[in-house]
């Protein structure tokens, strides 16, 4: 079923790239800094890989699926992700970067309360979805004839 959006968000590839980027860049480079053997590294990688691998799904799916949904479906796959990466940290008994700048290390489960920013940005775009909508539905005439 094809949906098409003529109100709330729209697709945007920099929005994507944006999310995915921002969501996995620290997971990116926490395990090349010292202490990090190669397990870490490729789980580190894998994780990064999966959010990166969902941008051009979602670009690709963007005639089936409303803006607000593949944001969402991005926002879910960064999440597990994240989860996966701090899990496989805690248990290897990694460190990982925990602030930018300047760079701290901290334990995984320490770090975990930055998962809540996956929800928050959940809500924020479907209050903006929302608000959207609703300023495109003030602002059409109407026609009665």
Same mark, same amino acid.
């Given at each position: 079923?094809? $949906? $098409?959006?003529?109100?709330?968000?729209?697709?945007?590839?920099? #929005?994507?790239?944006? /999310?995915?980027?921002?969501?996995?860049?620290?997971? !990116?480079?926490?395990?090349?800094?010292?202490?990090?053997? /190669?397990?870490?590294?490729? *789980?580190?990688?894998?994780?990064? #890989?999966? +959010?990166?691998?969902? *941008?051009?799904?979602?670009?690709?799916? =963007?005639?089936? +699926?409303?803006? %607000? !949904?593949?944001? @969402?479906? %991005?926002?879910? *796959?960064?999440? *597990?992700? @994240?989860?996966?990466?701090?899990?496989?940290?805690?248990?290897?008994?990694?460190?990982?970067? &925990? &602030?930018?700048?300047?760079? =701290?290390?901290?334990?995984?489960?320490?770090?975990?309360?930055?998962?809540?920013?996956?929800?928050?940005?959940? %809500?924020?775009?479907?209050? %903006?979805?929302?608000? $959207?909508? @609703?300023?495109?539905?003030?602002?059409?005439?109407? @026609?009665?004839?």
């Amino acid at each position: 079923m094809k $949906t $098409t959006q003529h109100n709330g968000l729209s697709w945007n590839l920099g #929005g994507l790239l944006g /999310i995915s980027i921002g969501c996995s860049a620290w997971m !990116a480079s926490t395990p090349f800094w010292p202490g990090w053997h /190669i397990m870490g590294v490729s *789980v580190a990688l894998l994780c990064v #890989g999966v +959010i990166l691998i969902m *941008v051009p799904l979602l670009w690709r799916m =963007r005639s089936e +699926i409303g803006a %607000l !949904a593949g944001i @969402n479906i %991005l926002l879910a *796959v960064t999440f *597990v992700s @994240n989860s996966i990466f701090l899990v496989g940290a805690h248990f290897m008994g990694f460190a990982v970067l &925990s &602030s930018w700048p300047p760079p =701290r290390f901290a334990s995984a489960l320490e770090s975990s309360w930055g998962l809540l920013l996956f929800p928050a940005l959940g %809500l924020l775009f479907w209050f %903006l979805d929302h608000h $959207t909508k @609703n300023k495109s539905e003030q602002a059409a005439p109407c @026609n009665t004839h």
